[in-house]
């Protein structure tokens, strides 16, 4: 896949330090996915074992790989039969209306889950969570005329849950490998996987943010997803 163009100037840089954000941003991200205990379902407390255990990665704005406003951190880890994440969006103000299972969510806040775990960059999932817990998810498959959505597909066994903090709001998630295919980390170590989130402040512009920016206005460029590691596997 050609990669999107960088932009000509990046404002308030010097030429050096604009050499030194496109060559950070353009490295593909890789992070260490360790095994943990198993989310119970209901602690969104970051200092819950299960999550202070996990593996700790930040969003970073994405069309120049700057830090974002509002900064998110995304925990995660894996535990038997699935993958399980924390969401800690800073945000003084979270908001979402919209109830419906697959409803358009990226229309208000949101954070976007996109995982592609045989790494072919020909199809990947995509599960969504605002600050309400509604959940769309959908599975996007490129055709010879772009990108399709999917939206019959179902991720069977996903539980999710939201709430807000002090300084903002968080969304979990526990997604079970057999519903994305024969992918279990013994036999698929390395997935190619981004995180990322819509903020829709009312009165300021809308800032995309994520793990791997894509540098353009939307987060489906998987070539540029970042890479997964599942720790341990015996025998890879």
Sequence with gaps: MTRPSIPESMPG???????????????VPEVVCPRTTRWDFSSLDALNDVWANCARISLRENLSG??????????LGWSGDVLQGLY??????PWATKTIRD????????????????????SYFEIEINPLNT??????????????KDFRWKCE?????????????TAAFQIPFASLGDCHPTRSPVWRANFSRIDRPKDEPLELSAW?????????VP???????FEQVENP
């Design 13 to 27: 840089s010097t030429p050096g330090e604009e050499d030194r954000l496109r060559a950070k941003v353009l490295r």
């Design 66 to 75: 700057r830090q974002p406003r509002w900064g998110t951190e995304v925990r």
């Design 88 to 93: 800690l969006c800073q945000d003084p103000n």
């Design 103 to 122: 409803d358009t969510l990226w229309e208000e806040e949101v954070v976007e889950i996109f995982l592609d775990p045989f790494g072919d960059s020909l």
């Design 135 to 148: 959940v769309t998810d959908l599975v996007v498959r490129r055709t010879w005329t772009g990108l399709k």
């Design 157 to 169: 066994g996903l539980v999710t849950a939201s709430g807000t903090l002090a300084y903002g709001w």
């Design 212 to 220: 791997s920016p894509t540098l353009v206005k939307s987060f489906h």
């Design 223 to 229: 070539g540029l997803f970042g890479r997964l590691r």
